[in-house]
């Protein structure tokens, strides 16, 4: 038996077609061909487009990044522009700059929130407490991957430790005077909770926006004892004020008093020393002569006491022998 080769152009090959038209390949199959050749380097420049430009990312100075490889997170925190490995790493940009939000009212409105502001004081007081809470990211990373909503959690927080706090104090204190110092302890309170959590969040300040009873006549009681204790806080300083102007006069004065009394001291000081003088003086002139200065010692006061006296010396004969008279008459 014989067997014959077969191809797909027939047993000799190639055969003429029976119309007998043109054997040359059709010229559709190489325009596609073409197509497809440029359609891919199309495709292929959009590819390398898409790489090149989702190769880098820029930080501004406000702001750090994340860059996470293979769900691997890395901060970056210089600012500028930086390179990452396309469609691999994926890049997270965080706000560093200074956050806020209110607690008991809506910023825009003012309008108040009763369930978020109404709380109880140590004294079952009722009062209305408006807070306002700033903070800031200080960990990007724990900002992102340590909890679902960090700002939630602070808020949470806030108000925790705020109606615990209020509950300690009186509603005197809360609505008058000791607003600084509830403050200060509300903020202590939910720094130390954050260093514990680790959430990559810093409070940086919470303040008492506004703070009154829930009812207009309460408010108004209150608002009067507020201006009573500013009325007193006035008389206080004016009283203190008064205090400061006059005590240095009265110094003044208790000085230039002592340095008189010391200048009279002195001075009788020396005028009785003077006195002891002359009477030892006198002494020893009378321990000579003691008659004649007995004699002398009583003309002499009995000049002091009659001024006009005039006094006649006589001997025993009745003959005068001096006449004395007062100097102030000549």
Same mark, same amino acid.
């Given at each position: 038996?014989?067997?014959?080769?077969?191809?797909?152009?027939?047993?000799?090959?190639?055969?003429?077609?029976?119309?007998?038209?043109?054997?040359?390949?059709a010229r559709g199959g190489g325009f596609l061909k073409k197509l497809m050749g440029r359609t891919g380097i199309v495709l292929l420049v959009l590819v390398l487009a898409l790489c090149v430009l989702n190769?880098?990312?820029?930080?501004?100075?406000?702001?750090?990044?994340?860059?996470? !490889?293979?769900?691997?997170?890395?901060?970056?925190?210089?600012?500028?522009?930086?390179?990452?490995?396309?469609?691999?790493?994926?890049?997270?940009?965080?706000?560093? !700059?200074?956050?806020?939000?209110?607690?008991?009212?809506?910023?825009? !409105?003012?309008?108040? =929130?009763?369930?978020?502001?109404l709380m109880i004081t140590s004294d079952y007081n009722f009062v209305n407490v408006d807070f306002f809470v700033e903070y800031r990211v200080t960990d990007p990373v724990r900002y992102l991957y340590a909890s679902r909503e960090p700002e939630?959690?602070?808020?949470?927080?806030?108000?925790?430790? =705020?109606?615990?706090?209020?509950?300690?104090?009186?509603?005197?204190?809360?609505?008058? !005077?000791?607003?600084?110092? =509830?403050?200060?302890?509300?903020?202590?309170?939910?720094?130390?909770?954050?260093? +514990?959590?680790?959430?990559?969040?810093?409070?940086?300040?919470?303040? =008492?926006?506004?703070?009154?009873?829930?009812?207009?006549?309460? @408010?108004?009681?209150?608002?009067?004892?507020?201006?009573?204790?500013?009325?007193?806080?006035?008389?206080?300083?004016?009283?203190?004020?008064?205090?400061?102007?006059?005590?240095? +006069?009265?110094?003044?004065?208790?000085?230039?008093?002592?340095?008189?009394?010391? +200048?009279?001291?002195?001075?009788?000081?020396?005028?009785?020393?003077?006195?002891?003088?002359?009477?030892?003086?006198?002494?020893?002139?009378? +321990?000579?002569?003691?008659?004649?200065?007995?004699?002398?010692?009583?003309?002499?006061?009995?000049?002091?006491?009659?001024?006009? @006296?005039?006094?006649?010396?006589?001997?025993?004969?009745?003959?005068?022998?001096?006449? @004395?008279?007062?100097?102030?008459?000549?």
């Open positions: 038996m014989r067997f014959e080769r077969f191809s797909m152009h027939g047993p000799r090959g190639p055969q003429p077609p029976a119309d007998g038209g043109d054997m040359r390949p190769a880098f990312y820029s930080i501004n100075e406000q702001e750090n990044a994340v860059v996470v !490889t293979f769900g691997v997170p890395t901060p970056v925190t210089t600012s500028g522009l930086h390179f990452k490995i396309p469609f691999i790493q994926q890049v997270r940009k965080v706000d560093m !700059t200074i956050h806020g939000f209110a607690i008991g009212y809506v910023p825009e !409105t003012q309008e108040g =929130i009763p369930d978020e502001s939630l959690i602070l808020k949470t927080l806030a108000q925790s430790y =705020i109606r615990d706090t209020i509950g300690l104090y009186p509603v005197d204190d809360v609505i008058t !005077t000791g607003k600084n110092q =509830i403050q200060s302890e509300i903020k202590d309170k939910i720094i130390a909770r954050l260093e +514990a959590e680790d959430i990559g969040l810093q409070l940086v300040n919470i303040t =008492i926006q506004d703070a009154e009873p829930p009812t207009a006549e309460v @408010l108004a009681a209150f608002k009067e004892v507020e201006t009573a204790k500013q009325s007193a806080d006035t008389a206080v300083n004016n009283a203190n004020k008064y205090r400061s102007e006059q005590i240095p +006069a009265a110094e003044a004065q208790a000085d230039q008093i002592l340095q008189n009394a010391q +200048a009279q001291k002195e001075a009788r000081i020396n005028e009785a020393m003077g006195q002891v003088a002359r009477f030892e003086a006198m002494y020893e002139e009378y +321990a000579r002569y003691p008659l004649i200065t007995k004699q002398r010692m009583y003309y002499e006061a009995m000049e002091e006491l009659l001024p006009g @006296l005039r006094v006649i010396i006589q001997d025993e004969n009745g003959n005068t022998l001096n006449v @004395l008279n007062n100097p102030d008459e000549g």
